[in-house]
C-alpha cells in the first residue's frame, strides 16, 4: 500500500476545505477599490442632523452642526471570495476599513464603524459595488450602486442637508446657519472649496444606495425612536499634481453621505414620523 503524504492527509481531514485565490489574484480583480487601499486622515469632517424636538436648553429645533477629524484604513481580504451557484462560481474580491472619527472642539470619540466594500461584478458598472457597514447605534446597512473614473475633478451634485416641508409631519422653518465653511444650504460647497485651484489629474468616483437593492436594519430600540430609512453614499478619490512638486502627486478622498432618519414627531402621537437627513461629508489626505 502507497504511503499516505501530508497533503493527501490533510485533504482527506477537511474534505470540505474551500481554497481562495492568492493574494495577488484579489488585488487585481479590485477595481475601483484599489484606489481605497491605504490609510486616510481628515479634519475637514461636518456632522449635521436636524431633530423634531428641541435640543438641551434650546426653545425650538435647531440644526445640530458637529466637526470632526476622522482616520479611515482599508486593507484588502486577501483573496477573492467564492460564491458557489449552479453551473460554476462567481468570485467577490473586497476591501475591509476601519473607521474611526472625534469630535474637534471636545476631542471626544463620536463615531466608530467597521465594514467592507465589494467588487460584485468587473464586467458591468452597474449595480456592481456594494458597501457593508455597522455601526454602534445598532445600524447595519448593505448599499449597492456604480462607479467609474473621469479625467479631472468632480461634479458634485446638489446634497440635501435640511428636512423638507412634504411628508406627514408638520412644517417647520429652520434659521440660515452657517459653521465656518459648511453652508446646509449648500453642503456639496464644502468639498468644492477643498479642491479649488487643485491641478486634479483623474477622478474615480463610487456611488451607492440602499433604494432599490440593499437595505438598512436597526434594533427595535431605533426602529421606535430613531429609525434609519435609507442610507447614500458617494465617493470621490482624487489623485492631484503637487504644485510645490510638480513630479510628484497626491491622493484625496472626499465623500458625502446621507443616513434618512425617521424619528415620532409627536411623543402623543407616535405614528406620525419627521423625516431628516442625517449629512456627513469629509475631506481626507492618503498617509
Known amino acids: 500500500m502507497p504511503a499516505i503524504d501530508e497533503n493527501t492527509t490533510a485533504a482527506l481531514r477537511y474534505p ?61 481580504i486577501g483573496a477573492d471570495v467564492p460564491n458557489r451557484r449552479a453551473g460554476g462560481i462567481d468570485y467577490v474580491a473586497g476591501v ?5 472619527s472625534s469630535d474637534i472642539a471636545t476631542n471626544q470619540p463620536m463615531h466608530v464603524e467597521n465594514g467592507m466594500w465589494l467588487m460584485l461584478d468587473q464586467a ?54 452657517k459653521t465656518g465653511q459648511f453652508d446646509p444650504n449648500k453642503p456639496e460647497a464644502t468639498l468644492e472649496s477643498e479642491i479649488a485651484g487643485q491641478d486634479v489629474l483623474h477622478t474615480t468616483y463610487i456611488s451607492v444606495s440602499t433604494f432599490g437593492g440593499g437595505g438598512v436594519l436597526n434594533t427595535p430600540l431605533l426602529d421606535r425612536k430613531a429609525s434609519t430609512i435609507q442610507f447614500d453614499c458617494l465617493l470621490w478619490v482624487e489623485t492631484i499634481r503637487d504644485a510645490a512638486n510638480p513630479g510628484r502627486t497626491f491622493q484625496l478622498l472626499q465623500y458625502a453621505q446621507t443616513s434618512t432618519i425617521e424619528f415620532p414627531d409627536d411623543p402623543k402621537a407616535p405614528s406620525r414620523r419627521f423625516r431628516s437627513p442625517h449629512v456627513n461629508l469629509n475631506t481626507l489626505v492618503k498617509q
Open 96 to 100: 475591509m476599513y476601519q473607521l474611526f
Open 124 to 177: 458591468t458598472k452597474r449595480s456592481s459595488v456594494a458597501r457593508l457597514a455597522s455601526v454602534p447605534h445598532g445600524d447595519s446597512v448593505l448599499a449597492i450602486g456604480d462607479w467609474g473614473k473621469v479625467e479631472g475633478g468632480p461634479i458634485y451634485p446638489p446634497i440635501r442637508a435640511l428636512p423638507g416641508d412634504r411628508g406627514p409631519a408638520r412644517p417647520r422653518k429652520y434659521p440660515k446657519m
Open 16 to 76: 470540505a476545505a474551500r481554497r481562495s485565490p492568492g493574494l495577488a489574484r484579489a488585488s487585481d480583480s479590485l477595481g475601483p477599490l484599489a484606489d481605497l487601499l491605504g490609510t486616510w486622515v481628515g479634519t475637514k469632517g461636518v456632522n449635521m442632523v436636524t431633530f423634531p424636538f428641541p435640543s438641551q436648553g434650546e426653545a425650538a429645533s435647531t440644526p445640530l452642526v458637529r466637526e470632526y477629524l476622522e482616520t479611515i484604513t482599508f486593507s484588502p
